[in-house]
C-alpha cells in the first residue's frame, strides 16, 4: 500500500511548511511556505551560508537599511525554493506591517519585484501576510494587482470570511495553536475528532465552499500526525517535515475526512463583515484574539533576530 503521505498528496496539495532546501528535496511537497521564524533558522545555517553572503553584499553595495536586506535574504531562500517545488512559494511581510495597509502594500509589492528581478513570475509566489483588518484591506488592494496573497494567523471564521469577501487566493488556519489554547485554558486533552483546531479548520473550509469563495484553504501549525489525518481531502495542508517524515513512513489507509458535497451541508451562514462587526467578533473569541496577537509577536521578534544577524554580518562585511 502506498504510504501516507501519497495518498495525502492524491486528495490535498501538500506544502512544506521550513525553509530547509533539503527536506523540500527529500519529501517533494508542491508547494512550500516559510515565516520569519524558519528563515532564521535556515539562515544561521552553513549550508545556507552563500544566500546570506549575496544579500549582504548587495545591501553593502547599495548603502540599504537592514530590514531591506532581511526581505531580500527572504526572497533569496524563496527564489532556491522555487527551484524544487512546481507550485508557489510563500514569502511573508513583516509581521510589524500587521496593522499598516499602505506598508504592507508596499513591501508585497518590493517582494515581487525582488523575484522578478531574478526571473521568478508573480504565479509562483503568494505573498504571507498576517489576517488582520489591516492585513485584509492590504490583500484585497494586492489582489487587484495580481499579487496572490496568502493570510496567515488564521483563528477565527469571522478572519477567513473577510479573506473570502476580499478574494485573497488562500488562507492558513493554524490549527496546532488553536489546539494548544485550549489545551493551557482548559486543562483537558483532545482526540483528532474533538481537537477544536480540527473543528475549526472543517468549519472554515465548509463556509468557503458553500459559498462558492475562490480562497484555497491550507491548514497549518500542527502538532501531531492524527490532526492532519483528520483533515485529509483539504484544499491544501502546509507541513513540517518532522510530520512529513511520520506520514511517508505509514503504510496504514488513509480515507478522504473533507469534500464539498458534506461541506455545503454543515455550513455556517454567509457574513458581509465591515470593519466594526469584524473586530467585535474577534473580540468576542479569547483564543483567536490572544494566538492573532501573540503570533505576529513572535513574528516580529523573530525578524528582527534576521535583521540583527544581517546587521552582525554587515559589520564583518565592512
Known sequence: MKSKLDQLKS??????DTGDIESIKAFA?????????????????????ELVEEAILWGVDRNIPTSRIATRLSVNFGAELTKLVPGRVSTEVDAELSFDVDGTVEQARTIIADYHERGISRERVLV???????????????????IACNLTLVFALAQAAACAEAGVTLISPFVGRILDWYVKNEGKTFTPETDPGVLSLKQIYAYCKAHGAKTIVMGA??????????????????IAPSLLEELAKDSGPLPRRLDLASAAAHAPAQMFLDEKSFRLMLNEDPMATEKLAEGIRIFSRDMQALRELVSQRLQMAA
Not at 501549525?221 to 502546509?238: M, N, V, W
Request: charged share 20%; aromatic share 4%.
Open 11 to 16: 486528495m490535498t496539495v501538500v506544502t512544506a
Open 29 to 49: 511537497p508542491t508547494n512550500c511556505t516559510t515565516n520569519p521564524s524558519l528563515i532564521l533558522k535556515a539562515a544561521s545555517m552553513d549550508a545556507y551560508k
Open 128 to 146: 504571507k501576510i498576517a489576517a488582520t483588518w489591516e492585513g485584509i484591506k492590504a490583500a484585497s488592494l494586492l489582489e487587484k494587482e495580481d
Open 221 to 238: 501549525s500542527f502538532r501531531s500526525k492524527g490532526q492532519i489525518e483528520a483533515l485529509a481531502g483539504c484544499d491544501s495542508l502546509t
